[in-house]
């Protein structure tokens, strides 16, 4: 029996100005823990 649960611990944040959740990104690599929103949109948006 091959089961496979592939459950990926993938890192996610919910966007502070949105309310979205997203998903880590390669960009945000070395500044994950500061991360607050999805996007420069959101992030100029304050
Ligand atoms: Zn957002």
Do not use: N
């Not at 091959?2 to 996610?12: E, L, Q």
Request: charged share 40%.
């Amino acid at each position: 029996m091959g089961r496979h649960v592939s459950k990926k611990p993938k890192m996610t944040k919910t966007c502070a100005h949105c309310g979205l959740p997203f998903e880590w990104r390669k960009k945000w690599a070395k500044v994950w823990d500061e991360v607050k929103y999805c996007s420069e949109r959101c992030r100029r948006a304050r």
